[in-house]
């Protein structure tokens, strides 16, 4: 499992969007170190506090870095001169909070350095999508959302179940958690699309891009999946869905 | 003769450095205020008094660049600590285990200091940065030395320079750091890092041209 680390000019900022993100995990978290303050209450960062961190949390798998602004960018850099383990480390270019929450979730389902890395830094992508601004679309990086026709032909090979919302608040990011938590266990590409405007979808791997989506109560979703595991893989996101996600 | 720089010599230099600091401490967080985050003075004023706390009477130059290089990232906080930090490390990387710098040690290791906070903070001449008061203070530095000046004399002639490349920075459009964040309202102030950097360069002129022009 990848390492985390979080590095920002307050303690108090980054426990805090540490505690946001566990929430989301379950059980399994994985391993996340904190450099923060410059010591003695100071607002700032310390490059041989983020190098510990770093080697703290230094595993075969890699470690992602997530930094608030300014300083905490140089210090960073200048840890990876100061570290002593020799994994690979990323800095993470996505914004704070939303990296650290997509960071910590895709990091206890047990995602790649790569794929960690990439759905962090997809965060603004998600959040612009989800106020409807003129930013970038949503892309789905594993799954390509399937084509209205298909839905009444699924393609060979696809598998595809329907269930209907029941949380109150939707599939907020809870429930987003739990879907791309529940992947990791099987081999299949899942999308998840609003079965009444199917170009609503997002991989169900995609955390940020499932938030994106902002699926209310009520919506019916069309769950289609492809691969080995693809049979599987779609009844438990059909199951859990009806069930509420566990809330 | 041409001069030599002893550690004994860099230690008063850093200890000038810190009393000139904290002297200005005020005075650099009122210009950080007006650009950046009004921390500068105070985070400078920090980092050096626990430089002069911890550098001692170290025996090598790499040694007494080391623990300032340490020191610095470990206390200063804001963006200045690892830029000057990796400034001084670079310093004593490049001067090695030695007693003493003459001119062209000396100004090989300012020089790979100029480069090493080029690279960490990716800024360029002209940026509104440190490094507009470091370059020219290196140029002249080495102008200095290269016309057969001693060193206190090219010392001298690089914190002339440093002053003016500060002033300079007076009009620019910051591009580096939180004074970025400010765009065009950037210019009319000057840069508090270069502001920094040329107290840095006055001390290095008055620690080498000794104790009577204290």
């Known amino acids: ?76 850099t200048m840890a990876l001169e100061f570290r002593e383990s020799t994994v690979e480390v990323r800095l993470s270019s996505a914004p704070f909070v939303e990296g650290i929450v997509a960071g910590v979730v895709l990091a206890a389902a047990g995602a790649g350095l790569d794929e960690a890395d990439r759905e962090a830094a997809s965060a603004m992508t998600a959040k612009n999508a ?94 289609s999946g492809t691969g080995p595991d693809a049979a599987a893989a779609v009844e438990s996101v059909r199951a859990m869905t009806a069930d509420g996600y566990g809330e | 003769m041409a001069g030599t720089a002893t550690v004994a010599q860099l230690v008063d230099w850093l200890h000038r450095f810190a009393a000139s600091v904290a002297e200005n401490q005020a005075y650099l967080t009122e210009l950080d205020s007006a650009i950046g985050d009004a921390d500068h003075g105070s985070n400078m004023t920090r980092g050096m008094n626990a430089v002069v706390e911890k550098a001692g009477d170290p025996s ?35 001067a090695g285990a030695v007693g003493e710098l003459d001119g062209a040690a000396l100004s090989a290791a300012l020089r790979a200091g100029l480069a090493g906070v080029i690279q960490r903070g990716n800024a360029e001449p002209g940026d509104k940065t440190m490094v507009d008061a470091l370059t020219p203070a ?48 950037s210019a009319g102030h000057l840069d508090p890092g270069a502001t920094s950097t040329a107290l840095l360069f006055e001390a290095l002129a008055a620690a080498l041209a000794g104790a009577e022009t204290a």
């Open chain 1, 1 to 76: 499992m990848i390492g985390i680390v979080v590095v920002s000019h307050s303690p108090a900022l980054a426990e805090a969007a540490v505690a946001l993100a566990l929430q989301m995990t379950g059980d399994t978290r994985p391993r996340i170190a904190i450099a923060a303050g410059a010591g003695d209450g100071v607002i700032g960062t310390d490059a041989v506090r983020v190098a510990a961190a770093i080697d703290e949390v230094a595993s075969p798998d890699g470690v992602l870095v997530f930094m608030d602004l300014g300083s905490a960018v140089l210090s960073t």
């Open chain 1, 130 to 223: 989800q106020l409807g601004s003129a930013g970038p679309p949503v892309e789905p990086p594993a799954a390509p959302p399937a084509a209205p026709e298909q839905a009444a032909a699924p393609a060979t090979g696809e598998v595809v179940a329907e269930a209907t919302i029941v949380n109150d608040v939707g599939l907020h990011a809870r429930p987003a958690s739990v879907i791309v938590a529940s992947m990791a266990a099987f081999d299949a590409s899942v999308t998840i699309a609003d079965a009444d405007d199917p170009k609503r979808a997002a991989s169900a791997s995609s955390l940020l891009a499932l938030m994106g989506l902002a699926l209310g109560k009520g919506t019916r979703l069309r769950i």
């Open chain 2, 60 to 94: 090598t130059v790499d040694a007494l660049f080391r623990t300032v290089g340490m020191t610095l990232v470990s206390t200063v906080g804001g963006a200045s600590g690892p830029l000057y930090g990796t400034f001084f490390l670079r310093i004593g990387t490049t």
């Open chain 2, 138 to 185: 290196l140029d002249a530095l080495d102008a200095g030395l290269a016309a057969g000046d001693d060193l206190a004399t090219a010392a001298r002639a690089a914190a002339d320079a440093a002053a003016k490349g500060r002033d300079a920075t007076e009009p620019l459009v910051a591009r580096k750091g939180r004074a970025s964040y400010l765009g065009d309202r």
